[in-house]
């Protein structure tokens, strides 16, 4: 299994992706996209996950790369390659596939629980609980493209994630992060200094110690889900 990760920013990385991929001896290869880089060729990869990244994808004159991974993106999709977009990652997916992204009415920030859509057609649903937690750090959201399944919502992000046909899968949330990502975040941050009912503060995140559990058996279901 060839999987290669988009990286937006060099705090924002794989996380537990990388423990299941080594642990199924799985091969990783990088685009780190805040660097000079060359884009991989489709042939060479049969997963493409997109990380999460601090800004929006609306964002193409400050961050040039921006319409040359969206057009990578559309390519792959186009071809049938396997993909997985993470917070940021989903975003680009769902304005990539024709739909609005936008600022949702208030950031989304610590550990809030996500309920699955009643959506039968869905067998990557069927993985999952019908509640479980997740991680979040999001300001925007996105509408849900055409052709395209809702899959979970919170009571703060009403779409927190799609499926597009049975190879692309779009998650508004953080199921890869660690404690030390957490940490990552923090760091880079300055959007924790006015905790409301959907930010948290650093202690809350941090304590949370089922969730980093949690996060790694969830993943895992992700990652076997493209690879079964």
């Not at 996380?15 to 990783?28: F, L, P, R, S, Y």
Request: hydrophobic content about 40%.
């Amino acid at each position: 299994m060839k999987i290669h990760i988009f990286q937006h920013a060099h705090f924002e990385d794989p996380g537990n992706i990388i423990e299941i991929a080594n642990h199924k001896g799985w091969d990783v290869t990088y685009t780190h996209l805040y660097k000079d880089f060359t884009l991989p060729k489709l042939d060479d990869l049969d997963l493409l996950i997109i990380m999460g990244a601090p800004m929006s994808v609306h964002d193409e004159d400050d961050f040039q790369w921006l319409k040359e991974e969206k057009k990578f993106i559309s390519t792959a999709i186009q071809n049938g390659k396997k993909i997985l977009g993470i917070c940021f990652g989903s975003q680009i997916i769902a304005e990539v596939l024709g739909a609005k992204v936008y600022p949702n009415k208030q950031k989304e920030i610590g550990w809030f629980n996500i309920k699955k859509t009643q959506n039968e057609k869905s067998d990557f649903l069927s993985l999952f609980e019908n509640e479980l937690m997740a991680f979040h750090w999001h300001g925007d959201t996105y509408e849900i493209p055409q052709e395209a399944l809702p899959i979970f919502s919170s009571l703060a992000t009403k779409n927190q994630g799609f499926t597009y046909g049975n190879k692309v899968i779009g998650l508004q949330f953080h199921w890869e992060v660690t404690r030390e990502n957490i940490k990552t975040f923090i760091k880079n941050s300055d959007e924790l200094s006015n905790p409301k009912n959907f930010i948290q503060n650093a202690d809350s995140m941090l304590s949370f110690t089922n969730g980093f559990e949690t996060n790694l058996e969830l993943m895992k279901k992700v990652l076997d889900y493209f690879t079964d």
